[in-house]
């Protein structure tokens, strides 16, 4: 087999169907266009939306209020993965980060409630859920709000 033998596979290539040619041809008249209508006339540019309010001029010019600066970030800990920690241990920021609940960039810690606690321990957090003050002071621990 030599280059010039090489030919693409039957049917994978087809003639282009010239449009517009002739009641005839099949596409005559108005080209496969259909009649009237936006599609039967020239090119529609990406960004047009058919008479709408286009998205540009519907979003506000100028950037509004926003809170972001002021957020709080917690990082999540559920009441379960406290659990190997032994009874009676305070159980602090640093503590979790040494047990590697915490990731070490990270600031503020929120105690939720998923799972539960067999052991007493006095846990201290930025932020508590409910059921998780419910469930670690029904073990027989303490609940500390940093």
């Known amino acids: 087999m030599k280059l010039h033998h090489l030919r693409p596979a039957p049917g994978a290539r087809t003639k282009k169907k010239r449009v517009g040619r002739g009641h005839g041809s099949g596409k005559g008249k108005t080209a496969?266009?259909?009649?009237?209508?936006?599609?039967?006339r020239g090119s529609v540019p990406v960004w047009f939306e058919g008479g709408q309010m286009p998205l540009h001029r519907r979003l506000p010019k100028l950037a509004g209020f926003s809170n972001a600066r002021f957020k709080t970030d917690y990082v999540p800990v559920?009441?379960?993965?406290?659990?190997?920690?032994?009874?009676?241990?305070?159980?602090?920021?640093?503590?979790?980060?040494?047990?590697?609940?915490?990731?070490?960039?990270?600031?503020?810690?929120?105690?939720?409630?998923?799972?539960?606690?067999?052991?007493?321990?006095?846990?201290?957090?930025?932020?508590?859920?409910?059921?998780?003050?419910?469930?670690?002071?029904?073990?027989?621990?303490?609940?500390?709000?940093?």
């Open 78 to 146: 559920n009441v379960e993965a406290l659990g190997r920690f032994g009874s009676g241990d305070t159980v602090d920021p640093q503590a979790m980060r040494a047990a590697g609940l915490v990731g070490k960039g990270r600031s503020k810690v929120k105690v939720l409630g998923r799972g539960d606690i067999g052991v007493a321990l006095t846990v201290k957090a930025h932020a508590f859920s409910e059921s998780a003050k419910a469930k670690i002071t029904a073990a027989g621990g303490t609940v500390e709000v940093l």
């Open 32 to 40: 496969g266009r259909g009649t009237k209508g936006t599609g039967a």
